[in-house]
Structure formats: C-alpha cells, structure tokens
C-alpha cells in the first residue's frame, strides 16, 4: 500500500510587484460558525474580466489558514491573467473540524458566491472549482455532491445552490475505503494518519443531545462516513466535467486514487480528462506549466 506522507504540497512562486497589480483584492467573510468568521479572499482582474468565478479551495492536509491563502494569490494568477474572477476559500480546519466540516464549509462559499453573485460582476451559472491534494479532495466532494438546498432555511444562502459547473484538481485522495489498494480502509489506519498529522481530519464525531457534547462515532459509522466522503461513491451521471492531472511516482496520495474515479466517471458517462505526469510525486516545480489545461477546461465549460 502508498504511504500517507504529507498532503499540503503545492507549487508556489514568488509573487511579483508587477503581478500584484493585474488584478483588486478583497477579503469577504462567508460565514460564521462558533463565534468564528469563515473568510475567503476574492482576486478580481482588473482588465478583460470574463465575469466567471474560479474557487480555488486554500487546503493542504485538510487545514487551511489566511497565510496560505496569501500564498495562493500566486497560484490564482493564471486564472486571473484570463479573466478569471478567483476567490480563495478558507474553510475550517484539522485539528478541530474533521472532513464533513470542510465540505460543508466550501458548500456554503459556493452559495454565498452564487447569492452576491450580480454584486461580485460574475455568472451565477458559471462557478468552477479548483484544488490540490486535500484541497482537490474538497473540490470534488462539493462538485460530485447532490445538490440538496434547504428551501424552509430563515438564511437566504441556504436557500441557493451549491452546484460547480466545472472542476480541474490535481492528485486528490477520493476513496478512504481503498486507499492504494481494494479493502484498505485509510480512516482506521491510525498510525500512518497520525504521523502523517491528519489523523483529526478523520476524527469524526456527533452530537450527543442529552449529554451536550460531541462523541466519537462506532466503527460502523465511521465506515459509513469515510464512504460518503469518498468523492468516487458520489459519481453520477449529472455530474460537472471533471480533469485531473496526477504524478505517476506520487507516494503520498497513490495514482490509484485519480484511475478508480476516472474508471468510474467514464461509467458513468462523466466528462473527463485524466493527465498523467510522468516521474512526478506529490506536486512539482513546473506544476504552473500543467495548470494551464486546468486554463483551457474552464474556457471550454464556463460558457
């Protein structure tokens, strides 16, 4: 079985004075939750915008932080260089919220992006959504999910959609339950979890009405949650077009985890693309060089 080594690896260079210039930026808060804002940083180009909204999900080892999304302003550049409206969003983060959270959190960015979405100068039914590693992981749970929306909700965000119309991620984790292997279930390998420091992301717990606390789940409904949370279990026909670029010697999220859902995309009837780099582990120097298919996928599906 691949080793769980680190999952926050990404490409990032210098942000240049020159760059900085090409486009406004803002910080937006999204949400709140135990007394805490959830914030994203909106990039909006300053010339030729497309008026189409790129979310690049800040995540790596399922934590996200304002620092790293400072640091994704440079990765957003390629978008934003093409019209791209980009918001980096910042979800909770391991140790103190596990991967249900997360989703929930990027679910809830999609809908207040698509409820402001006349006042940001975007198309509410052109949102695409990128990511790397975990933050690729959380870019499909939100593209591949049902579209459920609480039309009874007293918050008007609730009561909009959730739904990408695009999504473009590199080497994202996507089965828990196979992980590298058939019947090799990640969530209760503890030891490689916790050296690898996202054993909380797989803390999962509940709440516990009568005694006012959460508690850890049973082993079944951990079971259960580790699959709903696998993106591979949420393929349907429906879904948004899909591209994944993965690194064929990636001994930290095992190719075998882009292969089983592009197998099961194309089943499906998916669209899909699926790009091998060969030699390349968990992310590279000239990542910026691949990202530029991820360029070409929204230009294609953003219409």
Excluded: C
């Excluded at 680190?6 to 942000?15: N, T």
């Excluded at 899909?272 to 294609?300: R, S």
């Amino acid at each position: 079985m691949a080793s769980l080594l680190l999952i926050a690896f990404f490409y990032l260079g210098p942000l240049t004075a020159q760059d900085s210039l090409n486009f406004t930026k803002n910080e937006i808060i999204y949400g709140r939750k135990d007394g805490m804002a959830l914030t994203m940083i909106m990039l909006t180009p300053k010339t030729n915008p497309k008026g189409k909204a790129i979310i690049s999900v800040v995540s790596g080892n399922w934590i996200s932080s304002f620092t790293n999304a400072e640091r994704f302003i440079n990765r957003a550049k390629i978008y934003i260089n093409s019209g791209y409206t980009v918001f980096a969003v910042i979800h909770g983060s391991q140790p103190r919220y596990s991967i249900p959270d997360e989703v929930a959190d990027i679910k809830r960015a999609v809908r207040f992006i698509r409820h402001n979405a006349s006042s940001y100068g975007i198309d509410a039914g052109n949102i695409g959504i990128t990511g790397s590693s975990s933050g690729g992981h959380l870019s499909l749970m939100v593209a591949l999910s049902d579209d459920k929306i609480d039309s009874t909700s007293r918050d008007p965000i609730n009561r909009v959609s959730a739904r990408i119309q695009a999504a473009a991620v590199f080497y994202p984790p996507t089965d828990f339950l196979n992980w590298g292997q058939a019947n090799s279930d990640l969530s209760k390998l503890q030891r490689p979890l916790a050296s690898s420091g996202v054993a909380s992301a797989f803390d999962f717990k509940e709440w516990n009405d009568t005694l006012k606390i959460y508690q850890q789940v049973n082993t079944q409904q951990r079971l259960e949650t580790a699959r709903n949370f696998s993106p591979v279990y949420a393929v349907t026909p429906d879904d948004p077009p899909v591209i994944i670029i993965h690194g064929d010697a990636d001994r930290t999220v095992p190719i075998q985890q882009s292969e089983i859902i592009i197998k099961k995309m194309k089943d499906s009837k998916v669209t899909n693309q699926f790009i091998i780099k060969k030699d390349a582990g968990h992310g590279w120097l000239t990542q910026h060089e691949e990202e530029k298919n991820f360029v070409i996928w929204f230009d294609k599906y953003l219409k």
